[in-house]
């Protein structure tokens, strides 16, 4: 009921307010009487930054497939004051001829602007929530209207560039659907189709000294007609820097730059790392890198030359791979029981392999890894001792390899001899006459009763005991 109130009030004050006169550019199909009308309530229709005023027109269409057809207008004989209300024919079936619009097809809108004598195409409805936005018959659109005139292009004021740099637009358009900048040469732009793009000169740019940019506008859908403007860039020679190509060297070593520029003033060599440079003003010099930059393992290093005006500064980058120099460690000198085998702890760094040798007749299970195991020879037994060396192969471009030693003692087997069996006359006791070798000391034990004055000694005298004299003998 709501609704039904506020288009009765709308209606009421929109044809009290309206003094429609004929219509001097748009037609409608139809003739006298419109057949189940649907009534349009338009609140306001502007026009670029105005309203419309006497004498413009407001159309709508009915589109239907690839045909528009005016199946209503009003002429306005001033600026809306509320609202004006006109209507569009439903087509009659009674009548072959087509002489409205058909329920539920789109509908459009334009205007006819007096003062100009133009037909303005770009007329944007917004609708009050809840009236028709397509055709129905009998019913109503409230509803108001927006147009906007052609598109417009200013590309901007001629200016220069430096051949290196990039050069940010400063385009301009009114009532476009979308822009587009083209060159004339054969450079290329960020994004083509924003206002402020941003252009770097091709090599044919560059050659020719100047190229034209064009900047154009594309009209509003339905409008067609684009508008377009140029500015000339002239392109002014720059510095430029060459800091040679990638390259890597050995941690222990220097290294050797041989950069080259053009059109500078002067050049200088930077390092974010921390190293230094023989002379950093010279193109070719050398550079020493720093503890961090050889932790790192690469060193990036800046050639800048400075341009001569109005063109800025060039600059070029190096990095350089820094291989560290091999380290080996043979692990801690070590003892061994003569007929044990040793695995050794070897620990190395910056190698291309690792390889064990000895200085004696022993062999290793595997002398490329450093885990290797080291079986004594005949000869390291005899000698007590063995150096082992491990040798870590430098990583090209260093070329000197690391190595280091560790000694292995080698303990030859203990050995023991109680001596030969004997006997002894009951009551007597046996001085026993043993031998032993690479040993840490000695211990007698017996099977029996008897006692040792002193079992600690080689020589040391036993006494039998009871049960050894009843049994006869003892061990």
């Known amino acids: 009921m709501k609704k039904l109130h506020l288009i009765a009030l709308v209606l009421s004050l929109s044809l009290g307010a309206l003094n429609a006169v004929k219509a001097q550019h748009f037609t409608p199909v139809y003739t006298g009487n419109p057949y189940q009308a649907m009534n349009f309530v338009v609140s306001s229709a502007a026009l670029d930054a105005g309203n419309l005023g006497t004498g413009d027109e407001i159309a709508v269409f009915d589109v239907d ?49 007096n003062s100009a004598g133009v037909e303005i195409v770009c007329v ?16 109503t659109a409230v509803l108001s209207l927006t147009g906007i005139t052609s598109p417009t292009a200013n590309a901007g004021a001629d200016d220069d560039v430096c051949e290196t740099d990039g050069y940010t637009l400063s385009g301009t358009a ?34 020719a000294g100047t190229v034209t940019l064009t900047l154009t506008a594309y009209a509003i859908a339905p409008c067609t007609d684009d508008a377009s403007d140029d500015m000339v860039l002239t392109i002014v020679d720059a510095a430029t820097a060459n800091a040679g190509p990638d390259g890597d060297m050995c941690s222990t070593g220097t290294y050797s730059l041989s950069g080259s520029a053009t059109n500078y003033s002067s050049v200088l060599w930077t390092s974010s790392g921390g190293g230094t440079f023989g002379n950093a003003s010279q193109l070719s010099t050398t550079y020493t890198p720093s503890a961090s930059e050889i932790s790192a393992g690469s060193a990036t290093l800046t050639l800048t030359a400075y341009g001569n005006a109005p063109c800025g500064d060039a600059t ?13 460690n043979a692990g801690s000198d070590a003892s061994i029981c003569e007929g044990s085998d040793y695995t050794l702890s070897g620990s190395a760094t910056n190698y291309n392999s690792v390889t064990w040798s000895t200085a004696g007749d022993g062999t290793f299970d595997n002398v490329n890894i450093l885990g290797a195991t080291y079986t004594p020879g005949s000869g390291d037994i005899a ?61 007698w034990s017996t099977v029996g009763d008897g006692t040792f004055d002193n079992v600690n000694i080689l020589g040391a005298t036993y006494t039998p005991g009871s049960a050894d004299i009843a049994a006869g003998s003892v061990v």
Do not use: H
Request: net charge negative; charged share 10%.
């Open 174 to 207: 009114t009532n476009q659907s979308s822009v587009t900048w083209t060159t004339s040469g054969d450079g290329t732009f960020d994004n083509a189709n924003i206002l402020n793009a941003t252009y770097t000169p091709g090599s044919g740019d560059i050659s």
């Open 316 to 328: 070029d980058q190096i990095t350089i791979t820094i291989q560290g120099a091999p380290t080996a």
């Open 124 to 139: 944007s409805p917004t609708y009050v929530p809840g009236y028709n936005e397509v055709y129905t018959s009998l019913g």
């Open 65 to 113: 497939g690839g045909s528009q057809i005016c199946v209503g207008s009003i002429v306005l004989t001033g600026p809306i004051s509320g609202n004006v209300v006109f209507a569009a024919a439903t087509d009659d079936p009674l009548t072959p001829a087509k002489d409205g619009f058909t329920q539920g097809n789109t509908i459009i809108y334009r205007y006819w602007d």
């Open 383 to 443: 000698a007590g001792s063995v150096v082992l060396t491990l040798t870590a192969e430098a990583v090209s471009p260093c070329a000197v390899d690391a190595a280091d030693d560790m000694t292995l003692s080698i303990q030859g087997a203990p050995t023991a001899n109680a001596g030969s069996d004997a006997s002894v006359c009951e009551g007597s006791s046996y001085t026993l006459s043993g031998s032993a070798t690479n040993y840490n000391s000695v211990t």
